[in-house]
């Protein structure tokens, strides 16, 4: 890592103090972006490609023509990383509609703003540290998912309001369990949500409003590898409170085992599934990256 970080800022790699955008910016007006969390490992993206088609429907949501190719992005990350020398890191792209004149309505982009930054984030992998600090810890909160009609579930926009919303209601919790309008668990908020009964694996099926997680396809692709019976359905809280084992998926925590969900404890000691998932998943990190 170099001792001033390298932001990748509308097509230039610029020091911190000269990465910015403007005030006038729609992403910092209206939260009018799209954006993707990315892990690097060993200097390759892992999963681009799927990152990179959430993006491309993400903008095709919001009507967002940014006008940039796969490979120009992917460009872009491989020069921050490379600048910021990291092969292992945390990385963000965001796109937003740019600065335009007049108010609310979108007009045709002229010049979108494109960002990548890039912090080291070390691998957990098979032997190594997880990045999150210690096993998660949930509670069901008040606030409900924006439904699909809303805003699109599967967009990754720069409106992250709801979650902000889900996670002030937290007490001694640090990943909120968020329902949708009908009270079936959706996910938390920034990450999906598994969990363990004697019938197998079960997470929330995408028909109910949940961000589509690549880190949830790859574990439920792990899942079916390992012959584990996998269940994508319709859960309450209690459902979850009542398992054996409940663990979260995203790109930065990849697995994270839960130990308490509304108060009610899991030994993540003692939860073989998750472990057994933990080990496919940082497989498939190695023999994709490394
Ligand atoms: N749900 C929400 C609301 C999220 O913000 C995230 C993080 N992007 C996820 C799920 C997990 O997605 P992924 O595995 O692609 O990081």
Same mark, same amino acid.
């Given at each position: 890592?170099?001792?001033?970080?390298?932001?990748?800022?509308?097509?230039?790699?610029?020091?911190?103090?000269?990465?910015?955008?403007?005030?006038?910016?729609?992403?910092?007006?209206?939260?009018?972006?799209?954006?993707?969390?990315?892990?690097?490992?060993?200097?390759?993206?892992?999963?681009?490609?799927?990152? %990179? +088609? /959430?993006?491309?429907? @993400?903008? !095709? &949501?919001?009507? $967002?023509?940014?006008?940039?190719? =796969?490979?120009?992005? %992917? +460009? /872009?990350?491989?020069? @921050?990383? !490379? &600048?910021?020398? $990291?092969?292992?890191?945390?990385? =963000?792209?965001?796109?937003?509609?740019?600065?335009?004149?007049?108010?609310?309505?979108?007009?045709?982009?002229?010049?979108?703003?494109?960002?990548?930054?890039?912090?080291?984030?070390?691998?957990?992998?098979?032997?190594?540290?997880?990045?999150?600090?210690?096993?998660?810890?949930?509670?069901?909160?008040?606030?409900?998912?924006?439904?699909?009609?809303?805003?699109?579930?599967?967009?990754?926009?720069?409106?992250?309001?709801?979650?902000?919303?889900?996670?002030?209601?937290?007490?001694?919790?640090?990943?909120?369990?968020?329902?949708?309008?009908?009270?079936?668990?959706?996910?938390?908020?920034?990450?999906?949500?598994?969990?363990?009964?004697?019938?197998?694996?079960?997470?929330?099926?995408?028909?109910?409003?949940?961000?589509?997680?690549?880190?949830?396809?790859?574990?439920?692709?792990?899942?079916?590898?390992?012959?584990?019976?996998?269940?994508?359905?319709?859960?309450?809280?209690?459902?979850?409170?009542?398992?054996?084992?409940?663990?979260?998926?995203?790109?930065?925590?990849?697995?994270?085992?839960?130990?308490?969900?509304?108060?009610?404890?899991?030994?993540?000691?003692?939860?073989?599934?998750?472990?057994?998932?933990?080990?496919?998943?940082?497989?498939?990190?190695?023999?994709?990256?490394?």
């Amino acid at each position: 890592m170099t001792d001033t970080p390298y932001y990748h800022c509308n097509g230039e790699l610029v020091p911190a103090t000269e990465a910015t955008v403007s005030v006038d910016d729609r992403g910092f007006r209206y939260g009018d972006g799209a954006f993707e969390t990315l892990r690097a490992y060993g200097g390759t993206i892992f999963e681009w490609d799927a990152h %990179a +088609e /959430r993006l491309e429907d @993400t903008c !095709e &949501a919001l009507g $967002l023509d940014h006008g940039h190719s =796969r490979a120009e992005l %992917a +460009e /872009r990350i491989n020069a @921050t990383l !490379e &600048a910021n020398e $990291l092969e292992e890191a945390y990385v =963000r792209l965001s796109i937003t509609r740019g600065v335009q004149s007049g108010k609310l309505t979108p007009k045709p982009i002229t010049e979108p703003t494109v960002v990548v930054a890039v912090k080291p984030l070390p691998r957990g992998g098979l032997e190594g540290v997880p990045v999150w600090d210690g096993p998660a810890s949930m509670q069901t909160v008040k606030v409900r998912r924006i439904p699909d009609a809303c805003l699109p579930a599967g967009a990754k926009t720069h409106n992250y309001l709801n979650g902000i919303l889900a996670r002030r209601e937290l007490h001694d919790a640090d990943e909120a369990l968020v329902r949708d309008l009908e009270g079936y668990v959706a996910e938390g908020t920034t990450s999906n949500v598994f969990f363990v009964d004697e019938e197998g694996l079960h997470t929330p099926t995408t028909q109910v409003d949940v961000l589509p997680g690549i880190t949830r396809r790859v574990v439920l692709e792990c899942a079916e590898e390992a012959g584990i019976p996998v269940t994508e359905g319709w859960y309450r809280p209690v459902d979850v409170r009542q398992a054996d084992e409940v663990f979260l998926t995203n790109t930065t925590w990849e697995i994270r085992p839960v130990a308490l969900v509304d108060g009610i404890e899991f030994d993540t000691d003692a939860a073989p599934v998750t472990a057994l998932l933990s080990r496919l998943y940082a497989e498939r990190v190695e023999q994709a990256c490394y």
